[in-house]
């Protein structure tokens, strides 16, 4: 049992990374790039599909990695 809670928790550190890591990285794009051209709702709704499919191949990949499925 043991080893199934530590596989969790670096399992969610391991997503919180990827998912944080590419909001942050999108976000360096959306701020200088799109914001001053669309404003800034516009240009979060661009990248809000980027967004949500980077979270599930994260999660898909954090699953199969981890052993967790």
Known sequence: MNTLR????KAGF???SL???A???MGAIRVPF???R???RLAELIEMPFMFIVIVLAAR???K?????
């Not at 530590?6 to 928790?9: E, F, L, N, P, Q």
């Not at 990695?65 to 499925?69: E, M, S, T």
């Open 14 to 16: 391991a997503y919180f």
């Open 34 to 36: 799109l914001v001053p």
């Open 23 to 25: 909001g942050f990285v």
């Open 6 to 9: 530590s596989r969790i928790i």
């Open 38 to 40: 669309l404003g800034e």
């Open 61 to 63: 990949f954090i699953t």
């Open 19 to 21: 998912a944080f890591g």
């Open 65 to 69: 990695r981890f052993g967790l499925v």
